[in-house]
């Protein structure tokens, strides 16, 4: 079966508790796994202040995660982000292989300058 890279950034309310948050990112993950993808590199942001106010909320908790999915699965994930009512927005977009290079080349240089550091 064909599979594409793909990037999610999945924006979750603020308001939250720390545990709460931390559930949801599982709960992302699980959806991840059940619907086919295999996740690549994840990024997590922290709370960070909205640039506009998104369903009555001025500050998110960003989680990126990229990943390997067949395109079938995409749908079912998006729904996931859709019906999971702690995420307040989300976007997901199909990486090509020059964001797949940039990806890896950036993972090699923080690799590379976390061994110098120590």
Known sequence: MKTNNYESVVIINA???????????????????????ETTDVEDWGRRRLAYPIQKAKSGYYYIVRYTAPPSSISKIERFFFLEETIIRYLTVKLDKKAMEYYKNKKKDETKSDATNE
Do not use: P, Y
Not at 27 to 33: Q, S, V
């Open 15 to 37: 308001a939250l508790e720390d545990e709460q948050i931390k559930a949801t990112i599982g709960r992302i993950g699980e959806a991840l796994l059940t619907n086919g993808a």
